[in-house]
């Protein structure tokens, strides 16, 4: 994505539902979401376990996800950062047995959320001048997923960690993530639109990429 001009962006204002007015001064969030685009996935291909998917393309305003975090900096008029205010979420993984190698006469069996807590997001402040803020997710599916790998390993989680840096002219963003399911980071000033920041499809098969074998690095200057 071509870099943008943080203040640039002024003009066209930001969401992320949060009013301002209590605050006095303006507000930028930031919007991490995963999700899986397909309508199934199966995590074994010789397997009829299968979990729902999201079934969406790239949005910062759906309802379906598999976890989201906000990230929100309020400014004062200098535009120097003066407080935070963070905010995370799960969405709820449904199990079903479809017929094997097609998803076809698919039954439903199950459904679970999983809590937060593995959703760290952390002010930085103290660590360094340009340092605001990170994300360090390991949230991990609900529901044991079958198959040799994952009968002898921990449950699988989505990974990925970011890092908020905000200098003078703007914010960048830098950090990793799994190569599943897909990653979308928008952001704005609020009230407004959200932009488009990142949108990554994925890159490889779920086992693949929640195994950590297929991991994307990002660095993008807003």
Request: hydrophobic share 35%; proline share 4%.
């Amino acid at each position: 994505m071509a870099e943008k001009s943080l203040m640039a962006l002024k003009a066209k204002s930001a969401s992320g539902g949060i009013s301002t007015e209590s605050f006095g001064t303006s507000a930028w969030t930031f919007r991490y979401q995963t999700f899986i685009a397909d309508r199934y996935a199966r995590p074994a291909w010789y397997d009829t376990q299968t979990f729902g998917g999201d079934n969406r393309g790239f949005g910062a305003w759906h309802d379906s996800f598999r976890t989201r975090a906000d990230m929100t900096f309020y400014f004062d008029s200098r535009y120097s950062i003066q407080s935070m205010h963070f905010g995370k979420a799960t969405g709820i993984t449904k199990e079903y047995h479809c017929t094997l190698h097609s998803f076809n006469n698919c039954s439903y069996v199950k459904q679970a959320q999983e809590s937060t807590d593995g959703i760290r997001i952390m002010d930085k402040r103290a660590y360094g001048s340009y340092r605001v803020a990170r994300i360090e997710h390991d949230s991990a599916i609900p529901i044991r997923p079958h198959g040799a790998m994952w009968g002898v390993t921990p449950t699988p989680g989505i990974t990925y960690t970011m890092d908020v840096l905000y200098w003078p002219n703007g914010f960048s963003v830098t950090g990793f993530h799994d190569g599943a399911p897909s990653h979308e980071l928008w952001g704005g000033w609020v009230p407004g639109e959200y932009i488009p920041i990142m949108t990554h499809n994925r890159a490889c098969d779920f086992g693949l990429g929640l195994g950590g074998f297929c991991r994307v690095n990002f660095n993008i200057k807003i």
